[in-house]
């Protein structure tokens, strides 16, 4: 298969989001630099580690393709050419009624069901979004450890990210310091350092004040850039979530209700509510965990919570992956399907399926009344 949509594929180059996107074609030109790329890559299979998996928001047309009904999954796209992504590639999404044979047929037998890069991909499309921190701690839980650089922070996304990361790092880099006139010097040091794709490398000095071990202090800066992360994307995301609570509880659909979505959709409204706020929540306080013992290092000059932090952060990530990427997946398709200060009509078999799955993201508990249609 050939995706006509060329300057989507080149798009994810330039503007891609880490959390929807997992770039191979950019990890390869790394792995000149790192062997350990070559010596652990992701995918056994050189055209699947080369590829570029994302995220995706099914259409209405692609709709067919799949025997249960689905609002996103996991698309695998490899590219023709890698130095060339205007010749388009070749695709194949997760679940679709030939994915098997399609997948043999463009990746051979590690795709059989079992294999090694076959059971990378299904690990993969159990998450609910690619955020390198998520991901990275998920396949280790089962024994898949890629060589570090793999889960680097996409370019875009530093971007979008280095000056709420300075700022966070600079209010503490005052307490520390005081007004001092390198302080704002620092900070941009500190920065530069933690969003490196080696955030490990330059930290000598904090290392042997906390006594860790190469590994655990390489996995613990991994942790400190990973909450920082995800405190960007809660901070970014919030302004959005007021707004879209709003409309899922006051969305109306058009058309003929049935037994069911007449049933369903008023109890869902108030579910989703309820699990959307909790979620956040929950995010909000793990983060606090980060902000406490940072705190404890920067102002009351106390190492030992920090140390803590960083030996605790790789596991936290689950929790805090898993429900920060629901909220993440319900305002970017929410906002996908439904665009501001547009009236886009839907019927009531559609929004009950559009609830169903961000209840399922949410692994909210259904009505015993209700009718459980998610996957």
Known sequence: MKDRNVRSLIALEESAS???????VAARR??????SMNERPFFENSNLN?????KHRLRPHELDLFQKPL???TKIMAPIDATDLKLGARYLMMGQNDFDQAAFEMFGEGMRPGRRDRLVLDLIDELPSLDPFLLREHLKRNGIEPARRYFAISDPDLERMYAFVREQVMALVRLSSGQSSDSGFAATRLVDKLLSNSPDEGFGPLKEVLRLSDKDYADGVFGW????YYKWVLTDMAPQLTGILKEVTEIRARGPNSLETTHY?????MRLEVAIAQAVKGVEKMLSVYDDAYSSLTVDGRPTAFRDFLLAAPNMFMSLGEQSGAVQHIASFWRFRFPRGRRVAVSPDELMDIFMDFENGLQCVTDPDGVERAA
């Open 50 to 54: 080369g590829s570029i998996i994302v």
């Open 265 to 269: 959709l008023p109890r869902a409204r």
């Open 30 to 35: 790394q792995a000149k630099l790192d062997p």
């Open 225 to 228: 850039r990973g909450f920082l």
């Open 18 to 24: 880490t959390a929807r996107v997992l770039n191979l």
């Open 71 to 73: 609002s996103s999954t």
